[in-house]
Nanobody
Framework: QVQLVESGGDLVQPGGSLRLSCALS????????IGWFRQAPGKEREGVSL????????VYADSVKGRFTISKDNTKDTVFLQMNSLKPEDTAVYYC??????????????????WGQGTQVTVSA
């Protein structure tokens, strides 16, 4: 069994920055692909970014490219999401998840089998 716990969400002004953390615990051996998702009120959950814990390769949604950076610290079983130049439309609950199904759509929530409880990010003046 594995657990994921997100932290770092907060209220921030437009143009500001936040760093989210996703801490893994339990049986983490063999876990490779970790994704960040977000869900705004009334909208579907959308993929933000994905990282491989083994080789560090990353992918990003077009909406966050150049502003968000995903990274990892395998010694601490933690994945981070550095968010810069935040916009009001980035407001959402952010989740991390473990990819368990290897289809062709990394951004699809259906391909992830384990989820954290989420952390709220609010971008507002």
């Amino acid at each position: 069994q594995v657990q994921l716990v997100e932290s770092g969400g907060d209220l921030v002004q437009p143009g500001g920055s936040l760093r989210l953390s996703c801490a893994l615990s339990g049986v983490t051996l063999g876990i490779d692909l970790i994704g960040w998702f977000r869900q705004a009120p009334g909208k579907e959950r959308e993929g933000v970014s994905l990282i491989s814990r083994s080789d560090g390769s990353t992918v990003y949604a077009d909406s966050v490219k150049g502003r968000f950076t995903i990274s990892k610290d395998n010694t601490k079983d933690t994945v981070f999401l550095q968010m810069n130049s935040l916009k009001p439309e980035d407001t959402a609950v952010y989740y991390c998840a473990i990819r368990t199904n290897y289809g062709s759509h990394w951004w699809s929530a259906a391909e992830y089998g384990y989820w954290g409880q989420g952390t709220q990010v609010t971008v507002s003046a």
